[in-house]
C-alpha cells in the first residue's frame, strides 16, 4: 500500500440520491481526515477519525453527511438526498499521530450533482 | 478575517526566475506551516512543511516562516514550465494535526 486510494474518482448522481465515498488509508496511519474542496477554494476540514473514534466534525457537515472508519481502517463519507451545492471534489487524507509531517492525500473523489 | 490568507494571483514569472509566493495566518497559537502543491484537476501534494522561525530549504524550495510578523513564504528558484499549479498554504495549531487551507496563489511559469 503506497498511499491513500480514494474510490470512485468521479461520480455523476441526480439531486436528491444517496452516494457513499470510500477511503483506504495508509495502513499504519490512525489519523484520516475528510476534506471538501470547491472550485477556486482550498479544502475545507469535514471531519476526522482517529482509529474508529471521529473526534471532530465541522459545522459543514449538515444533518445529510454521515462518516464512518469501522475497525480503524477504511473510512466511507455519505450524503443523502444529495443538492447541487453538494458538488465539488471531495479529498481524504492519513497520517500517523506521531507525525511532524503534512498529510497524504488521496487522489479525491469528483461528485457532480445534476 | 480569514485563518490563512493568500493571493489568489494568478502570479505570473519567467523560466528561470524566482517565484515567491505569500501567505498569513491569523491564530497566534498556529505551530506548523505547510505548502502543497495542486496541479489542475489532481489532489493536494505536500511539497514543504515548516515549525520553526526561519528558513528551510529543499532543492528548488525555500519555505519562510516569520510567526512575530504572522508570516510564511515560499521561494521557488530557477522556476520551470512544470511548477506551474495551484499552491496551498496550510497552518496547523495543534495536536490533532487539523489544516486549515488558504485558497492557493496559481502560478503561472512563462517559457
Known amino acids: 500500500d503506497t498511499g491513500v486510494s480514494q474510490n470512485p474518482r468521479h461520480k455523476i448522481t441526480k439531486r436528491g440520491q444517496n452516494v457513499t465515498f470510500r477511503c483506504d488509508p495508509i495502513?499504519?496511519?490512525?489519523?484520516l481526515y475528510w476534506y471538501r474542496q470547491t472550485l477556486g477554494q482550498g479544502p475545507e476540514f469535514l471531519t476526522y477519525f482517529q482509529n474508529e473514534a471521529q473526534l471532530e466534525k465541522s459545522r459543514l457537515l449538515s444533518d445529510r453527511f454521515s462518516a464512518e472508519r469501522p475497525k480503524g481502517s477504511f473510512s466511507t463519507l455519505e450524503i443523502q438526498r444529495t443538492e447541487q451545492g453538494d458538488s465539488a471534489m471531495y479529498l481524504c487524507?492519513?497520517?500517523?499521530?506521531?507525525?511532524?509531517?503534512?498529510?497524504?492525500f488521496g487522489s479525491g473523489t469528483r461528485l457532480t450533482v445534476v | 478575517q480569514k485563518e490563512v490568507e493568500q493571493n489568489s494571483g494568478p502570479l505570473s514569472v519567467p523560466e528561470g526566475a524566482i517565484a515567491s509566493l505569500n501567505c498569513t495566518y491569523s491564530d497566534r497559537g498556529s505551530q506548523s506551516f505547510f505548502w502543497y502543491r495542486q496541479y489542475s484537476g489532481k489532489s493536494p501534494e505536500l511539497i514543504m512543511f515548516?515549525?520553526?522561525?526561519g528558513d528551510k530549504e529543499d532543492g528548488r524550495f525555500t519555505a519562510q516562516l516569520n510567526k512575530a510578523s504572522q508570516y510564511v513564504s515560499l521561494l521557488i528558484r530557477d522556476s520551470q514550465p512544470s511548477d506551474s499549479a495551484t499552491y496551498l498554504c496550510a497552518v496547523s495549531i495543534g495536536g490533532y494535526q487539523k489544516v486549515t487551507f488558504g485558497i492557493g496563489t496559481k502560478l503561472q511559469v512563462i517559457p
Open positions: 515548516i515549525y520553526s522561525n
Open positions: 487524507a492519513s497520517i500517523l499521530e506521531q507525525a511532524a509531517y503534512g498529510y497524504t
Open positions: 495502513s499504519e496511519h490512525n489519523r
